[in-house]
């Protein structure tokens, strides 16, 4: 998952720049002068947003103004360090082909297999302990390492057949093991952090706007 910490480290040197605000038409560019690393450009028009850049390209549609809509996901959601997740994934249009919506969790997979585990019958303790030292040890598509897609896990989990039991994982289906994914997070971290420094230019509260007033010895 893209924390906000991550988010922040990636886009420590950006700077804004912007290439167009006539209303809600808006393109507004973030970068490090020195690199094209996690650059990305917010564009506005009625009644969408996209980013685009280094982590993906994403659409987002609900409001004629959207840095309207993301500028109010809830009162909670008023820091640089809260974005809706849920709420704002469903106003996705266009999706990145490579980051898309969903990946899998990898502590969601493991707590589901294991859940599912404590559900089979077992003549004792002894043969319990066997099924599970098979299940961590023996079996690397399942608990040693992980598959990294949603289709390779239920496949490894629909093909595994306990080797001491012989019992299966019927029950793996009724668990949700996806997240939302890396890119779309960082880039929902991005607008709602976008959004925020442009606000500021437009509020004439940045450091450069202070440092104006300054010498122009209005403070």
Known sequence: MASQSRFKYDVYEHQMTIELDQ?????????NPRTFAYHFWLVTWPGHLAISGDMGDYTFSRLRDMFEFFRHAGPAYDRTDRINEGYWAEKLGAVDKHGGVEQLSEKKFKQAVLECFERWTFEDAEQK????????????????CPPQNLSDAMHAVGNYQCPVTGQRFGHYWDHNVSEYSFHLVWCMHAIQWGIKRYDLVKEGRTQADHDRRVLAGQL
């Open 23 to 31: 209303g809600v038409h808006r393109s507004i560019l973030f970068k």
């Open 129 to 144: 302990a066997r099924s599970l030292a098979y299940l961590n040890d023996d079996w690397d598509g399942l608990l040693g």
